[in-house]
């Protein structure tokens, strides 16, 4: 079965297609599907992530200027000397061994470890672009000196949840600063021919009101353009959850509850269903509502975004959050809004 996504059609006469992670993290993962459909139709495809990884813990990275960098599976984790002996230590305690703490040791770079399962599981060789941790035009900047390289002609924001479709006086917007800083800054980019933003995994975010989530899809009209649903059938699908797979299963790298809740929704599990150790103690709602991408047109959502225009001139993220944050107090408080399911 093929990934029967509505937009799909919209890009066939594009030549080079960028997917970016626009919320950080593991979010560039979500588009991994399409990254695989848009390459069956003859797409050439390059993915890119707004992204969390410092580059300083990496080594034989390709730098593009301060605020980009590639990663591939030749890139190396600087203090892998260090993880090797914290993993060795690690399979000491299990055994009954001496007890040390391991709470300091991270390998947080999830681009990393995908670029290292795109060569050791399909023999291909992927550079996955990181942008900076930044404002709104550094983060301009950065995406028209990619476009320019890569001579890009299409572009797809990828958001591992829904905050992205956020608009600002939500009483609970989720994690929404990094997709409204990415929102802003590729709504800069008129010149590109087609852009979209897709969204996977609604309710996976505990901290997000659906009620204003659902409004926010009603008022976008006609910038709402259709919804597909990922099944265990589908190729495109498999490949992806076998890069989840295999990137929650590097030591010390903590898993994507995100990515996590897709699989086990796709799986068929329900309710507080826990896919990986990093959720138990909270409680969740696994359901098939998380394994569908719901599509839009870039410019119709930042058209009704109430704070676009307060970050567009941002330098740094903090100056991002300084002026989101301030801008909300701005705004009419909003009440919280429970579904009416039963």
């Not at 002996?85 to 007890?99: D, H």
């Not at 399909?122 to 941790?133: E, G, H, I, Y």
């Not at 929102?183 to 008129?190: M, T, V």
Request: include cysteine; proline fraction near 5%; charged fraction near 15%.
């Amino acid at each position: 079965m093929c990934l029967n996504l509505p937009i799909l059609s919209d890009f066939a006469g594009c030549r080079n297609v960028l997917i970016a992670g626009m919320g950080g993290g593991f979010d560039i993962f979500c588009g991994l599907p399409i990254y695989f459909a848009l390459q069956e139709q003859g797409c050439t495809v390059h993915l890119a992530n707004y992204s969390f990884t410092d580059p300083d813990t990496l080594d034989n990275l390709q730098r593009r200027s301060p605020t980009i960098f590639g990663v591939s599976a030749d890139t190396t984790l600087r203090y892998a000397a260090s993880f090797e002996n914290a993993l060795f230590i690690q399979q000491e305690q299990a055994t009954g061994g001496v007890r040390v703490d391991l709470a300091g040791i991270s390998a947080y770079a999830p681009e990393l470890y995908l670029a290292r399962w795109f060569r050791t599981e399909l023999q291909q060789a992927v550079t996955v672009w990181c942008f900076a941790k930044s404002g709104v035009q550094p983060l301009r900047q950065s995406y028209q000196q990619l476009i320019d390289t890569l001579g890009i002609d299409g572009l797809i924001l990828i958001d591992g949840g829904v905050d992205s479709l956020m608009r600002g006086d939500e009483p609970e917007p989720g994690t929404f600063i990094e997709d409204t800083v990415s929102l802003a800054a590729a709504a800069l980019l008129e010149h590109v021919a087609v852009r979209r933003i897709v969204c996977l995994g609604l309710g996976a975010e505990l901290d997000t009101s659906h009620w204003y989530v659902f409004r926010n899809i009603a008022a976008a009209g006609p910038a709402f353009l259709g919804s597909c649903s990922l099944v265990a059938s589908m190729p495109a699908y498999q490949r992806y959850a076998q890069a989840v797979e295999y990137v929650h299963a590097q030591p010390f790298q903590e898993p994507s509850v995100i990515n996590a809740s897709v699989v086990s929704a796709v799986s068929g599990h329900y309710a507080d269903f826990h896919l990986t150790q990093r959720t138990h103690g909270s409680r969740l709602w696994i359901s098939p509502l998380m394994a569908i991408y719901w599509c839009f047109d870039l410019a119709g959502i930042a058209s009704q975004h109430y704070l676009l225009n307060t970050v567009v001139d941002t330098s740094t993220f903090s100056d991002a959050v300084r002026a989101l944050l301030s801008a909300r107090r701005q705004l009419p408080e909003q009440p919280h809004q429970p579904i009416p399911l039963h």
